[in-house]
């Protein structure tokens, strides 16, 4: 089999792509975060892997902690209350698409470590499966922020670049908050994705030339 085959088939299979300007490159993984269907298919591990890339995440950071005013706020817990936080790097085929910071009462993992998150498992299985916890529901804030030097370092951006920012409050079955995650996403490697919205119907037919910025926006839809 000749090179340029080779190439060929390797472009064939999705393992590279060709770009008029610099010929031939392993493609750079686009990951799509559904916004508005069920909780159970939101985890970034089962999102990445779904779009047919490979989830990777580094524990940035680990502790026990007081409470603050926002946390407690959407916690439903006393400012100072006792909680864990952690905060994670996840990659796309090796490629820093974003950090997730994730607060939860302590008194729901009173036993939680920081090597618990470093073995590969699901962390919402884990919650399942050692705490009898399930998440059921998650409410959902997207915004643009600007990253800081630590999130601009470990995204490979410049200090202060336009990122697109999720802030999720977590249910169990019971609708109680377990917990409060803030995830900073990768302006060009992240896009938020919502379901479809019927706009025949006099409420939404003003708003059809409007369809694609609905259904589907990142940076280049909100800058």
Known sequence: MTVRKAIEGLITMGL???NSTSGTRIPVPRV????????????????????????GNKLLHFEQAKASSKVA?????????????FR????????PVCIETSHLPLALVPDLAAQDLMGGESFYSLLHSRYGIGAMRGDREIGVTTCNEMEARL??????TACLSLQLQVHDEAGRPIEYMRSV??????????????????????NAANREAISEFGLSTLV
């Open 88 to 95: 994670r790097l996840w990659t796309a085929n090796d490629i």
């Open 32 to 55: 799509t975060r559904p916004i508005d269907s069920s909780f159970g298919s939101q985890g970034i591990r089962r999102i990445i892997q779904a779009g047919g890339g490979t989830a």
């Open 16 to 18: 590279l792509e060709r």
């Open 155 to 160: 995204l490979d951006l410049g200090v202060g």
């Open 185 to 206: 996403n990768h302006p060009k490697l992240v896009v938020f994705k919502t379901g479809q919205i019927d706009l025949s119907t006099p409420d939404h037919s003003e």
């Open 73 to 85: 706020d959407r916690l439903k817990l006393e400012v100072g209350a006792d909680i864990v936080m």
